[in-house]
């Protein structure tokens, strides 16, 4: 069983930047796949950035640029660097793994964007 502990979240005003961080523990084997989704009020959980154990990684279109994700396979980490941060990014940002074949959540860290 994988548990995900995040961190990082926190108020921000427009244009500011923050970093998450999501460490993973439970299994000693490198995650194939980690990084963050996020849910707005009223919205659905989306994709905001993953990372392959390849190296590989995946951004939403509106955060390409903006944010970067990262991470540290010796410990199962993974990071979220967020610069030029908008209202519109306010949202519960969750942190994924997926080891295998089923996913594993964080709990959930509030990222709010002020103008």
């Known amino acids: 069983q994988v548990q995900l502990v995040e961190s990082g979240g926190g108020l921000v005003q427009a244009g500011g930047s923050l970093r998450l961080s999501c460490a993973a523990s439970?299994?000693?084997?490198?995650?194939?796949?980690m990084g963050w989704y996020r849910q707005a009020p009223g919205k659905q959980r989306e994709l905001v950035a993953v990372?392959?154990?390849?190296?590989?990684?995946d951004y939403a279109n509106s955060v390409k640029g903006r944010f970067t994700v990262s991470r540290d396979y010796g410990k199962n980490t993974v990071y979220l660097q967020m610069n030029s941060l908008k209202p519109e990014d306010t949202a519960v940002y969750y942190c994924?793994?997926?080891?295998?074949?089923?996913?594993?959540w964080g709990q959930g860290t509030q990222v709010t964007v002020s103008s």
């Open positions: 994924y793994a997926r080891p295998s074949f089923s996913p594993y």
């Open positions: 439970g299994t000693s084997l490198i995650i194939n796949t």
């Open positions: 990372m392959a154990r390849s190296g590989v990684t």
